[in-house]
């Protein structure tokens, strides 16, 4: 019989089809069904000014994996997609097509027009990775795709700013943020990255009020911070200093007189051991002029530049004026030294310039009240983290947390609802405008200008996206969520908020468990980024090897919290194994001819291999049902990689093929049932790791009336463990493989026929061995087999093997033509006695010993040694064949 299965893999005919039949017939969708428990994971929702990356490719795989899972186990499994509107990222796309397009900036076509041309790039470009992450075959439910800015997110985001607000949880107030004086507005810490630099550490003296000729000399990285300088710190322990705390000093070149404090904060062992305190653009600073109260006193513009604070470096770039007055500081004898040294700098992740700490008037969230519930559900495992260990960062940062600042001084994004009063200055928290001031009355209202930090929003989001703070029945039945997939690069700023903002507004974790991953890291183990070049684009690898194989590599090798390389030959393994799964299946479908037999007379039929292959599929699929319960997708993986290419396809379908070569009959018919019985139930296992190849082949199977996707996932029975049948197949498969490396080891073509004779150590092994008659027959070209106790019985010069349980013999007779032997091992003997001439004549030879370094005349000494061995073993040889 022929099939209609394509005689070549080739993914590109059948992927691209086969994700428009599973949206076509709408797959992926879940509903509200109250006979069946749900399974929900919100995906982590990229960048739209994203484009899909090899860490994206990971994080949906490993998703995906898990939905597709679970819904074959019954579960009403969505996974929900959608995307984020990335303030800064998005709004600088914006401001420069705005440049280039029409030479405007966005103050001068306004806000309102500005987030018309916002809107729009979204609708033209936002899109973009959504469609990139469908060709990875990720099976979210479209129907249900969310945006961070979409009307629902942006109600539950009011609604939880003004939740909040009322419990006195979100107030306004001056004080120090992370500051970007190029994209001019404020950023989390999320948006900081961290980068060591080179600079220096300047030691100043600072002369004392009481006499200026003496001095405290104070080591800063940044001395144009100098004009802002309120304090000097130093332990109170500090031996050194203990008498100076409440003295004086001046700050030099600025004269401004300042006090000496004592403050637990310096470090006794850097520098100094003494800080200089400059509230306005320290955040540590900030935290110790509020223990003292000191004066605050910003000496630097929102762009970076100088002000008036800095005296005659007003207006100067704030790197310009370190230089500058560096020089002056010298030259006025206050510089005492300076240091190289390497520190730690924050910059910004949009644009990568250096970030300023500054003191200024936003919006921000009192932390503690909130990270304690989020603390104790990490204590109570409300919330689990894969691998545990990262528990510990998530607590850490729970328990060192800072007041969150959120407002951002962009226009794309949620408007913060706050309305302020132009006459008397009052505050109004609600979710529309006002008409009049609540206070005095006055229609002279204007809303906060600023919107609210991306992370505000993506913190709701396992609960916004399912309808919150409206108890829709999505948000009833799907909430909370079971699994959250991420990075461990994004534990403490995204994570967290989600978790203390869920448990805030709804009272429940948002999530069961947090799976963490790592990175995907070049063949060299780099982390890939743009400087290095290094990154690799998945669709490309997709267009060039499928969408499955490059699933599976990145399945296979991984295990949680730990990072994986991308490798070539990995990849090429994988387009490999699914090249072996569709010509195995092909080979199967070829040899099906009409209605298979039905499961009762194939039971009554088995043979020790098909009690044995179905035995092990029984096994493979609790073993990889267990692996991906313990979130070990990268051991799941190979596990069913090792079954479908070990056990199936190398050894059952060799071992059947004489079953399927022969005349109809129930035998025939049976192992027909067995292959076509195992091959849906290992592709079932596989689907969730390479959904496309395991659904077209299904597509070809006999009796399968549903899609591969809605199929039932294989479930472990008691009734299909054979143990015996196993342990005696895997007595016959050792006996082989020992047989074939024997022929191998003596140069014996596998086609030559040959006796074996057992001589069996164990009771079982002399069953085994009779049953095994046939496979030795047929897999090791074994004629004849012969079962013996006794050593003396075996009587011929012959090769021998040893394996549990038994030792096996191959009369030589059979297995080498002696004359043609004895003819190659002369040969063998020649060539051996010249290599010997060549090595004795040179180590015979003064000129060569007296000039040879002594490296080189051990090599040949060496080698010499190894021909006499060989040469040794050569004569044994022939004496032995010759004496026959």
């Keep these: 019989m022929t099939t209609n299965i394509p005689s070549k893999y080739n993914p590109k005919e059948f992927e691209d089809k086969i994700y428009d039949i599973w949206m076509e017939e709408n797959c992926f969708r879940a509903e509200v069904n109250k006979d069946k428990k749900p399974f929900t994971i919100v995906m982590p929702p990229p960048n ?119 419990k006195g949880l979100i107030y306004r107030g001056n004080r120090i943020i992370n500051w970007c004086p190029d994209c001019h507005t404020t950023l989390s810490d999320a948006e900081v990255e961290h980068e060591d630099i080179p600079g220096k550490y300047y030691y100043v003296k600072y002369p004392y009020v009481e006499n200026p000729e003496e001095y405290f000399v104070v080591a800063t990285t940044r001395p144009e911070t100098i004009f802002g300088d309120v304090a000097i710190a130093a332990h109170p322990d500090d031996e050194r200093y203990k008498h100076l705390i409440g003295k004086k000093v001046i700050v030099p070149l600025v004269g401004r007189e300042i006090p000496i404090i004592g403050d637990e904060y310096p470090d006794m062992e850097k520098g100094t051991g003494a800080l200089k305190i400059t509230p306005c653009h320290d955040p540590n600073d900030f935290e110790i002029g509020l223990r003292h109260n000191l004066e605050q006193i910003n000496c630097m513009n929102e762009d970076g530049t100088m002000n008036e604070e800095a005296g005659k470096y007003k207006g100067m770039d704030r790197f310009t004026c370190r230089k500058e007055f560096v020089k002056e500081l010298e030259e006025n004898g206050f510089m005492v030294k300076t240091e190289s040294t390497d520190h730690n700098v924050g910059t910004c992740y949009r644009c990568h310039n250096i ?42 940062w729970l328990e060192n947390i800072r007041d969150w600042c959120i407002s951002r001084q962009l226009w794309w994004g949620h408007r913060i609802p706050a309305y302020y009063c132009q006459e008397c200055g009052e505050i109004m928290v609600q979710k529309d405008a006002p008409h009049k001031c609540t206070k005095c009355g006055s229609t002279n209202i204007k809303q906060d200008e600023d919107v609210l930090d991306t992370w505000f929003s993506s913190g709701l989001w396992p609960f916004s996206t399912l309808g919150w703070p409206n108890q829709t029945e999505d948000f009833k039945y799907f909430y909370p969520t079971d699994v959250l997939v991420t990075g461990y690069d994004i534990i403490f700023f995204w994570v967290v908020r989600m978790v203390f903002s869920a448990l805030e507004m709804t009272g429940e974790s948002p999530f069961k468990n947090v799976f963490i991953h790592g990175l995907v890291r070049d063949a060299e183990g780099r982390k890939m980024s743009k400087s290095l070049g290094n990154g690799i684009d998945p669709l490309e690898v997709v267009d060039q090897f499928g969408a499955d194989a490059l699933r599976f590599m990145l399945m296979t090798g991984i295990s949680p919290g730990n990072d994986t390389r991308f490798n070539n030959d990995r990849l090429e393994s994988s387009r490999n194994f699914a090249n072996k799964l569709w010509n195995a299946s092909r080979f199967v479908l070829m040899n099906i001819d009409g209605d298979l037999i039905d499961e009762e007379t194939a039971k009554a039929n088995y043979k020790t291999e098909d009690k044995w292959i179905i035995s092990r599929m029984n096994k493979a699929a609790k073993e990889v049902t267990y692996n991906l319960d313990k979130f070990e997708l990268g051991m799941a993986a190979q596990r069913v990689y090792d079954f479908i290419w070990n056990e199936y396809c190398d050894w059952y379908i060799e071992i059947v093929k004489p079953r399927l070569y022969a005349d109809e009959g129930t035998d025939k018919d049976t192992a027909r049932f067995v292959l076509i019985k195992v091959l849906k139930d290992m592709l079932k296992l596989l689907h969730p790791f390479m959904p496309f190849i395991t659904e077209e082949i299904w597509s070809f199977l006999p009796e399968t009336s549903s899609r591969l996707i809605k199929a039932d996932w294989p479930k472990a029975s008691e009734k299909e463990n054979f143990e015996k049948a196993e342990a005696n197949m895997e007595f016959i498969m050792e006996a082989v493989r020992s047989i074939r490396n024997t022929r191998a080891e003596m140069n014996v073509a596998p086609s030559r026929k040959a006796r074996a004779i057992f001589v069996p150590s164990k009771d079982e092994a002399v069953e085994f061995i009779q049953t095994g008659a046939q496979y030795f027959a047929t897999l090791a070209n074994i004629t004849e087999i012969k079962i013996v106790h006794d050593k003396t019985q075996i009587g011929e010069d012959t090769a021998s093997s040893v394996m549990e349980g038994t030792e096996i013999y191959l009369p030589l007779a059979d297995l080498i033509d002696f004359e043609k032997e004895i003819e190659r091992l002369e040969k063998e003997k020649s060539r051996l006695q010249g290599e010997l001439d060549r090595v004795v004549g040179k180590l015979n030879n003064e000129k060569f010993m007296s000039k040879a370094p002594e490296s080189v005349v051990n090599e040949e000494k060496e080698k010499m040694a190894k021909y006499e061995s060989m040469m040794e073993k050569v004569v044994e040889r022939l004496e032995h064949l010759k004496a026959k």
């Design 355 to 396: 970030v300023e700490p500054r003191v200024s008037d936003q919006w921000f969230v009192k932390m503690k009240p909130l990270a304690e519930p989020a603390l104790k559900a990490g204590e109570n495992k409300e919330v689990e983290f894969v691998p545990e260990r990262f528990t510990k960062i998530y607590t850490h």
């Design 48 to 166: 739209i000014t994203g484009q899909l990356h090899m860490g994206h490719a990971l994080d949906m795989t490993l998703q995906d994996v898990l939905t597709r899972w679970k819904r074959m186990q019954g579960y009403e499994a969505l996974w929900l997609p959608g995307s984020d509107h990335a303030s800064i990222a998005t709004e600088v796309k914006v401001v420069e097509r705005l440049k280039k397009d029409e030479g405007k900036t966005k103050e001068e076509i306004g806000r309102e027009e500005f987030l018309k041309r916002a809107w729009k790039w979204k609708e033209e470009y936002g899109g973009r990775i959504v469609q990139q992450v469908k060709k990875l075959g990720n099976s979210c439910d479209w129907s249900r795709e969310r945006f961070t800015m979409d009307e629902g997110c942006n109600e539950a985001v009011v609604e939880f700013f003004i939740k909040l607000y009322e």
